[in-house]
């Protein structure tokens, strides 16, 4: 007696269990990517520095760390002088602004009167960054998710941002700072975080160079 064959199915025919296994796996992944992440550890961090501190400014690059956890008020620096500036965006004297990751200069929509910009030198050392004869400085404008917020397209590049592991981390890029005075700085980001690996602490590293001619939109609307 000849025994039936055994039904061979297709892939296809255990839809079902596609159906309910496929998804499952998924999301487990996506769990464990999330779980993995968050037990990632923090860059490095450090401590504010002293607001009431002002830096020694030499031909050398000094550190400066910002406290910048506020969700409400930014946080001005002067890098002439090397200390934090009191007052609002219309006040003299300060360069940038730090709130959490944004970071704004003084110009543009920001400050409408404000001598400031920012220009990207890219992936460059600190320590082997050299300015242009003259750059296309970007002053502040409306950006973000909703174009409602003020940004400035070259100096919002800084960080980068992990969604897996909710990471902050900056960039190895360097960055002119238009100041408006007889010097500006360069400027490199070291980290985002506090020394208790609590976010909003940014510590960057600079150098006074003499000032850079502005070749960009900012020039062509002075001579206007």
Aim: proline content about 8%; aromatic content about 12%; overall charge negative.
């Amino acid at each position: 007696m000849e025994l039936p064959q055994p039904v061979r199915r297709r892939w296809w025919q255990y839809k079902r269990t596609w159906l309910l296994g496929l998804p499952a796996v998924l999301i487990l992944g996506v769990v464990g990517l999330f779980v993995w992440g968050s037990f990632q550890p923090k860059p490095l961090g450090f401590a504010p520095t002293d607001p009431d501190e002002v830096a020694v400014v030499t031909e050398d690059w000094i550190r400066y760390t910002i406290d910048a956890r506020s969700k409400a008020e930014f946080v001005l620096f002067d890098f002439e002088k090397g200390r934090v500036v009191e007052g609002d965006f219309t006040a003299p004297g300060w360069d940038v602004g730090f709130q959490r990751t944004k970071l704004l200069t003084n110009s543009g929509i920001t400050n409408p009167s404000g001598p400031g910009g920012a220009f990207g030198l890219g992936e460059v050392p600190l320590e082997l960054a050299s300015p242009p004869e003259s750059a296309p400085f970007a002053v502040d404008s409306l950006g973000g998710d909703d174009d409602d917020e003020p940004m400035n397209i070259e100096a919002s590049k800084w960080y980068s941002y992990s969604f897996i592991s909710h990471i902050v981390s900056t960039k190895p890029d360097t960055y002119l700072i238009r100041t408006g005075e007889t010097r500006d700085a360069l400027v490199q980001f070291d980290s985002y975080y506090c020394e208790d690996e609590e976010a909003g602490c940014i510590t960057f590293r600079y150098r006074l160079v003499k000032s850079v001619p502005d070749s960009g939109a900012q020039a062509a609307s002075s001579e206007e």
